[in-house]
């Protein structure tokens, strides 16, 4: 804040009344009670032995009308202080906006002021340098140009390998943020499998433990056995794929639980890898259709068979013998 400005603000701030604390104020420096007054009096003249004053209708008529006189008169001034002070706050505004428009045009002064420095400042330097080839022959001025044409194109190289540089900063730098998202998502999978290990720590039972091991054994010995290679299933459809592994000349038992081969004197022979693609019905998960790939037999019958019957395990355990009588 300037000194005018304080200035202004110190003159605004003088001026401010409050009019109903002014007015009170005023009042009661003029207003009086004659009644306690006249109870003064009384009492002074009794001490004195002095005779009080006779008040009468008359003087007290005439001192309520003195008071309302008074009164009237206090109105008056009040409301030409009120009428004082909007015409000093209207001066005040005015005051003030003249300093602000004066502060700006000192602004735009010191900025017009330092244009034309800055201006004059140029054309002393283009006057030097008019002044230094103002004497250049015609060969000067074609080697000033060819060495400028040199600069330029090595500016121009130079922007061109900033550039090259600044596209293969912003490569790096999304190969980063894709390497930085897929580890933040491989952190988050990687925590909750912590967490989820720790919470199955916490759950472990030992008997369970060797229940699970016992049947993950049970159930390779019964793939080795019936000769199970792989079994797997779709996700977003009911197709059902299996793999069996046929020794040619080795025995079949047929049992309730699938087909036993014997590998008795077959260890020289090259096994048969059979596919089984079989297909349900989505919603009945009845047996709709099945294929039989690498099978060295008709199998037709038999898939007709199990699809009247909708029994899976008859299609493989048959399937699974006529094979082995195919390759004896």
């Known amino acids: 804040m300037t000194r005018d400005s304080f200035a202004i603000h110190q003159l605004r701030s003088r001026y401010t009344f409050n009019k109903e604390t002014k007015s009170a104020d005023l009042f009661e420096k003029y207003k009086f009670n004659y009644i306690e007054q006249d109870t003064k009096e009384k009492f002074l003249k009794e001490i004195l032995q002095d005779s009080p004053p006779e008040i009468t209708l008359a003087s007290n008529n005439e001192l309520e009308a003195k008071n309302a006189e008074n009164k009237r008169l206090l109105d008056e001034k009040a409301l030409a202080i009120e009428q004082l002070n909007r015409e000093v706050m209207e001066t005040v505004d005015a005051v003030c906006k003249e300093n602000d428009k004066l502060e700006e045009d000192v602004v735009n002064v010191t900025r017009l002021l330092r244009e034309m420095q800055d201006m004059e400042a140029e054309m002393a330097m283009l006057k030097s340098v008019e002044d230094k080839y103002s004497g250049m022959t015609v060969e000067d001025a074609q080697i000033l140009l060819e060495e400028q044409t040199q600069s330029l194109y090595k500016v121009n190289q130079e922007m061109e390998e900033v550039e090259a540089s600044i596209q293969d900063l912003k490569w790096k730098e999304s190969q980063l943020i894709e390497s930085n998202q897929k580890l933040a998502h491989q952190s988050i999978q990687a925590e909750a499998q912590a967490k989820e290990a720790i919470r199955l720590s916490s759950m472990r039972r030992p008997e369970l433990e060797t229940a699970y091991k016992e049947c993950l054994a049970a159930t390779k010995q019964y793939q080795e056995g019936v000769g199970l290679e792989s079994i797997q299933i779709l996700d977003d459809s009911s197709t059902l794929f299996l793999e069996y592994k046929v020794i040619p000349g080795a025995a079949t038992i047929h049992s309730l639980l699938g087909t036993q081969t014997s590998g008795k004197g077959t260890r020289s022979r090259k096994p048969v890898l059979v596919h089984f693609t079989i297909e349900f019905h989505p919603t009945s998960g009845r047996l709709l259709s099945a294929a039989v790939a690498n099978a060295g037999c008709d199998l ?29």
């Open 300 to 328: 037709k019958d038999v898939v007709q068979v199990a699809k009247s019957r909708n029994d899976v395990s008859f299609l493989v355990s048959e399937a699974l013998d006529r094979i082995h009588k195919a390759h004896p």
